[in-house]
Structures are given as structure tokens and as C-alpha cells.
């Protein structure tokens, strides 16, 4: 596979449904519920995944696909996209500018490409397996990313999000949240999973953590992260992230990834 074609190919697809995103956002927004009154969904978070299927499978067509809306497709090829249009619904539908297009290829469990385009700040987050990962400004050259380098968690500074049923379950992020906010330098929830991951990739955040995301959340920022030099494994159980389709993550540099882990657990245990 000419994998540095297939990721310009990607690039344009995911900058083109950012365009799209563009064209709307500030405007109200026709949205509807999913599972519960905050997992929103607007018409363009349907419109931009299905220009980004219909040109995945223009370019791909034997490959499969997987997005957030519903879109998917079967085959024995095993080749899949991940594709989350609107990363950071909540955030477009109130006009706060913090969203991200997120595309991913996977072969098998083994990720190859990842895109994750921020179209407010024209930024483009990119890494092909094995090559290192890199940002692209909107009018300067790429550059190569790397994590930063904490190695305290009283130094650090992360972020979280909150699952889309936190009003009727225990597993709400709260007491985790606590826990951080008394032991880390600060804690922010800027609203998309994908860039908060890109951010700690970019060194800009130095860990993160979340429960109850999606694959496609995930699927092209983990790559991103890793090549950058990051670590990201299951709450659970510590272990590299697999392409599971419920995800309870955290993310970091090298330097606290055992401190956030041991936080969580703590807190994990305290809550039982």
C-alpha cells in the first residue's frame, strides 16, 4: 500500500468536510437526540460523514467503513475506516469553536493512517504508522510533533470529557475529575476527544482521560499520539488501546502515564 498517497487522499477529504462544517457553523442548528438529551446530533454531522463515505468509497472501494452516524459497509477486506464527521457535536450545535473531522484506517487492529482536522484554527493533525506524527498550520509548513516532557502530575496539565449518560450513571467522570483537580497542575474540558488527544501529541496537554468513548473517537488520534511519542492504554486494565467499540481511556506522556493510572484505580476503588 502507498500509504503517503492514501494520506493525502485523507487530508483533502477530512479539510473538505471541514469546509463543509464551516459553512454552517453559528447558525442554528436542527439537532436531535441519540441515546440521551446531550448525545446530539445535527444535520451537518450527517451531511459531512456522508461526503466523506461517498469519497472514501469513490477512492476505496473495496475497503469497509465505520462511522459515528450509522454509515458502515461489509466486505472481507481487511482494510476499514473509522470515521467520526463532527467530532465535538454539543460544542458546533451552541457555536463554541471546538470540533475536529477524525478519519482513520486500520488494517485489521493494527491503525495505518490518521487525520484529525480542526477547521476553526485551520490546523491539521496528521501520522502514518511507523513515520512519525506531525501538525500542519494553515498557512505554514508541517511540522513533526512530539509529547511533552512531564514527568510529574502536580506539574501537568490535563483533560477529560464526560459520558453522553452521566445524568443516571455512577460511571459519570465526576469523582475522577476530583481526584485530578487535587492532584494535577489543572483540568480543562475543551468538548472533542479527538483534539484533546492531538494536544497531548502536540504537547500542548500532557494527559487526558475519558470513559465510555467510540472508536471513532479515538481511531486516528491514538495513532497520532503514539507516533508523537505518547502512551495510551484501557482504565481497566492498563493495556494498549484496541479498536474495541467502548473505550475507557487514558492518554498522556511517557512521564505520568502511571500516575494518572494509579489515580484512576485509586478512585476506582474508592467508588465501588
Given at each position: 500500500m502507498n500509504w503517503e498517497e492514501i494520506l493525502q487522499i485523507t487530508e483533502k477529504i477530512a479539510r473538505d468536510a471541514g469546509k463543509l462544517l464551516m459553512e454552517h457553523f453559528?447558525?442554528?442548528?436542527?439537532?436531535?437526540?441519540?441515546?440521551?438529551?446531550?448525545?446530539?446530533?445535527?444535520?451537518?454531522?450527517?451531511?459531512?460523514?456522508?461526503f466523506i463515505a461517498g469519497e472514501l468509497k469513490k477512492h476505496f472501494p473495496d475497503h469497509r467503513l465505520?462511522?459515528?452516524?450509522?454509515?458502515?459497509?461489509?466486505?472481507?477486506?481487511?482494510f476499514i475506516w473509522y470515521v467520526d464527521p463532527l467530532d465535538g457535536t454539543v460544542n458546533y450545535a451552541h457555536g463554541f469553536p471546538v470540533f475536529a473531522v477524525s478519519i482513520a484506517l486500520f488494517e485489521g487492529?493494527?491503525?495505518?493512517?490518521?487525520?484529525?482536522?480542526?477547521?476553526?484554527?485551520?490546523?491539521?493533525?496528521?501520522?502514518?504508522?511507523?513515520?512519525?506524527a506531525y501538525m500542519q498550520h494553515r498557512s505554514g509548513y508541517p511540522m513533526q510533533i512530539w509529547v511533552s516532557g512531564a514527568a510529574e502530575l502536580g506539574r501537568s496539565l490535563l483533560a477529560t470529557g464526560f459520558p453522553y449518560d452521566r445524568h443516571?450513571?455512577?460511571?459519570?467522570?465526576?469523582?475522577?475529575?476530583?481526584?485530578?483537580?487535587?492532584?494535577?497542575?489543572?483540568?480543562?474540558r475543551p468538548g472533542s476527544a479527538a483534539l484533546d488527544v492531538c494536544y497531548v501529541a502536540c504537547g500542548r496537554l500532557d494527559g487526558y482521560w475519558e470513559y465510555k468513548l467510540k472508536i471513532w473517537d479515538m481511531a486516528a488520534a491514538a495513532l497520532i499520539l503514539k507516533e508523537a511519542g505518547g502512551r495510551i492504554s484501557h482504565i481497566e486494565n492498563g493495556q494498549p488501546m484496541?479498536?474495541?467499540?467502548?473505550?475507557?481511556?487514558?492518554?498522556?506522556?511517557?512521564?505520568?502515564?502511571?500516575?494518572?493510572?494509579d489515580v484512576l484505580k485509586r478512585v476506582e476503588g474508592e467508588t465501588r
Amino acid at each position: 500500500m502507498n500509504w503517503e498517497e492514501i494520506l493525502q487522499i485523507t487530508e483533502k477529504i477530512a479539510r473538505d468536510a471541514g469546509k463543509l462544517l464551516m459553512e454552517h457553523f453559528g447558525f442554528q442548528q436542527e439537532t436531535e437526540g441519540k441515546t440521551s438529551s446531550v448525545d446530539l446530533v445535527t444535520q451537518y454531522d450527517k451531511l459531512a460523514e456522508e461526503f466523506i463515505a461517498g469519497e472514501l468509497k469513490k477512492h476505496f472501494p473495496d475497503h469497509r467503513l465505520m462511522g459515528e452516524e450509522g454509515t458502515a459497509s461489509e466486505g472481507d477486506s481487511p482494510f476499514i475506516w473509522y470515521v467520526d464527521p463532527l467530532d465535538g457535536t454539543v460544542n458546533y450545535a451552541h457555536g463554541f469553536p471546538v470540533f475536529a473531522v477524525s478519519i482513520a484506517l486500520f488494517e485489521g487492529d493494527q491503525p495505518r493512517v490518521g487525520v484529525v482536522y480542526d477547521p476553526n484554527r485551520r490546523e491539521l493533525f496528521y501520522a502514518i504508522d511507523g513515520y512519525g506524527a506531525y501538525m500542519q498550520h494553515r498557512s505554514g509548513y508541517p511540522m513533526q510533533i512530539w509529547v511533552s516532557g512531564a514527568a510529574e502530575l502536580g506539574r501537568s496539565l490535563l483533560a477529560t470529557g464526560f459520558p453522553y449518560d452521566r445524568h443516571t450513571s455512577k460511571l459519570n467522570n465526576a469523582a475522577q475529575a476530583e481526584a485530578f483537580l487535587k492532584t494535577a497542575q489543572g483540568v480543562r474540558r475543551p468538548g472533542s476527544a479527538a483534539l484533546d488527544v492531538c494536544y497531548v501529541a502536540c504537547g500542548r496537554l500532557d494527559g487526558y482521560w475519558e470513559y465510555k468513548l467510540k472508536i471513532w473517537d479515538m481511531a486516528a488520534a491514538a495513532l497520532i499520539l503514539k507516533e508523537a511519542g505518547g502512551r495510551i492504554s484501557h482504565i481497566e486494565n492498563g493495556q494498549p488501546m484496541m479498536p474495541e467499540l467502548i473505550l475507557n481511556l487514558v492518554a498522556s506522556t511517557p512521564g505520568i502515564h502511571q500516575q494518572m493510572f494509579d489515580v484512576l484505580k485509586r478512585v476506582e476503588g474508592e467508588t465501588r
